[in-house]
């Protein structure tokens, strides 16, 4: 059992830049590939990034790529996604989530979830 919670989110302009962190409960967080996925209104959850357990591996979409990065300190039990170039249609609720193989796109196929964090960028 694996339980996460999402920080950092919050009101930027575009072109700024926020750091998420997810931290998770439990001594198995160091077991789980992470994911990051956001989700605006009226629109599905989509997939923006995912590392593997070990950190040595990352994909991201596409939309994107180059200005985001995932990150993860197994030591702290904590994921990151350093978004840089924020745009506005950047703008919603940012989930973390685990997931024991790696990559995985699909929100169904992952795990745990947290509650989420909202970021709202500006333009």
């Known amino acids: 059992q694996v339980q996460l919670e999402e920080s950092g989110g919050g009101l930027v302009q575009a072109g700024g830049s926020l750091r998420l962190s997810c931290a998770a409960s439990?001594?198995?967080?160091?077991?789980?590939?992470m994911g990051w996925f956001r989700q605006a209104p009226g629109k599905e959850r989509e997939f923006v990034a995912a590392?593997?357990?070990?950190?040595?591996?990352?994909s991201y979409a596409d939309s994107v790529k180059g200005r985001f990065t995932i990150s993860r300190d197994n030591t702290k039990n904590t994921a990151y996604l350093q978004m840089n170039g924020l745009k506005p249609e950047d703008t919603a609720v940012y989930y973390c989530?685990?997931?024991?193989?790696?990559?995985?796109?699909?929100?169904?196929?992952?795990?745990?979830w947290g509650q989420g964090t909202q970021v709202t960028v500006s333009s």
């Open positions: 439990g001594r198995t967080f160091s077991s789980y590939a």
């Open positions: 590392i593997v357990w070990s950190g040595t591996a990352r």
């Open positions: 989530a685990a997931a024991l193989q790696y990559p995985l796109t699909k929100p169904a196929q992952y795990m745990y």
